[in-house]
């Protein structure tokens, strides 16, 4: 059964930093195009980055160009999201998705693309 855990978020100063994982187990991560999302109290969920399956081509939210940095190991069949200089704004609970098996090699943040979620770790930007 294919299965995403996302782990490592936490409550963090502004300016702060946290690398977020999303572990994939019951299927190959190499095979799938990964994205992270977020939904912020009263929000919609929105796309925040995605990658191709080699890690070739990554896609950022304007919001975050500069301080995101999506990463992935398909040994460690996980993905990570790197996250800095953390703003108030960012506070969020954040998803990892997976759209595949697929043969594409770019990648886009169409959540209706994405038919596998993880169950989200929440992010806290505060004083």
């Known amino acids: 059964q294919l299965q995403l855990v996302e782990s490592g978020g936490g409550l963090v100063q502004p300016g702060g930093s946290l690398r977020l994982s999303c572990a994939a187990s019951?299927?190959?991560?190499?095979?799938?195009?990964i994205g992270w999302f977020r939904q912020a109290p009263g929000k919609e969920r929105e796309g925040v980055s995605c990658i191709s399956r080699s890690g070739g081509v990554t896609n950022y939210a304007d919001s975050v160009k500069g301080r995101f940095t999506i990463s992935r190991d398909n040994a460690k069949n996980t993905v990570y999201l790197q996250m800095n200089s953390l703003k108030p704004e960012d506070t969020a609970v954040y998803y990892c998705?997976?759209?595949?098996?697929?043969?594409?090699?770019?990648?886009?943040?169409?959540?209706?693309?994405?038919?596998?979620w993880g169950q989200g770790t929440q992010v806290t930007v505060s004083t």
């Open positions: 998705a997976a759209v595949g098996p697929t043969i594409q090699v770019m990648c886009n943040m169409n959540q209706g693309d994405f038919g596998s």
């Open positions: 019951g299927f190959r991560l190499n095979y799938y195009v």
